[in-house]
């Protein structure tokens, strides 16, 4: 949800053309009410599906800019779709769309984006040292995060995030990747790392990894 909230509110500002798998349109359109404000904009909404593991162009400009172009992947990450789903919808969308990372690509750079990322087989991690630029999941620091502060609260794990300490953490799988600018987001206000004087902070930077703020801008 957090990644779709803002097509409610921009769509009083520009026509919207939403790249998306089946998946989630499904997920939006069929079972949200609240979402079904995407049908009276005016011009209407336009859907694009985005296939698996195919790159889909986003912009394409015509004549000797051509090279230019800029491509879209939707990679799949093993994860599972929101509890909020009913079991019927559940049951009929494909598991391998329930949770995808981006992989933008123009003119031979490309960039890894994951929000919600469960850490789950090798694929992730292969497509993370190819990239340029990876922007990944920080929600929380340690798998216990959120039911130290809230009782009866899932664990990230549970909640398809991983981690970004402890054994088999984030740092722990990627140490050995050094290619790619990696860049933690999608930080929950728990994450002791939105601390730039705490451990945690101190343990990202001497990393080698980078905390993203409001406004940062990346060159590639």
């Given amino acids: 949800m957090d990644c779709v909230l803002g097509l409610l509110h921009l769509r009083e500002f520009q026509p919207l053309r939403i790249y998306s798998t089946l998946a ?3 997920a939006l359109t069929e079972e949200n009410r609240l979402f079904q404000t995407l ?11 985005v296939p698996l593991d195919r790159l889909v162009p986003l912009f394409q400009p015509a004549g000797p800019a051509k090279k230019t172009s800029l491509f879209c992947k939707a990679v799949p990450l093993n994860g599972a779709y929101p509890d909020y789903l009913s079991d019927a919808l559940r049951r009929a969308l494909p598991e391998d769309e329930a949770v995808i990372a981006l992989q933008l690509v123009q003119s031979e750079k490309s960039f890894f984006y994951a929000p919600s990322l469960a850490g789950r087989g090798e694929d992730w991690r ?7 630029l990876a922007l990944l999941d920080g929600t929380f620091w340690t798998d216990d995060e959120l039911p130290k502060v809230q009782s009866g609260s899932k ?31 999608h930080l929950n206000n ?7 004087e705490s451990d945690a902070h101190r343990a990202v930077r001497d990393a080698g990894w980078e905390v ?9």
């Fill in 24 to 26: 989630v349109k499904r």
């Fill in 39 to 49: 049908t009276r904009s005016n011009p209407p909404v336009r859907w694009e599906q």
């Fill in 126 to 132: 292969r497509r993370v040292s190819e990239s340029h």
């Fill in 155 to 185: 664990t990230a794990r549970q909640m398809g995030h991983l981690p970004v300490s402890g054994s088999s953490g984030l740092l722990d799988q990627l140490k050995l990747v050094r290619n790619p600018r990696r860049v933690l987001i």
């Fill in 190 to 196: 728990t994450n002791p790392i939105l601390d730039e």
């Fill in 212 to 220: 993203a703020y409001d406004g940062m801008e990346f060159a590639l």
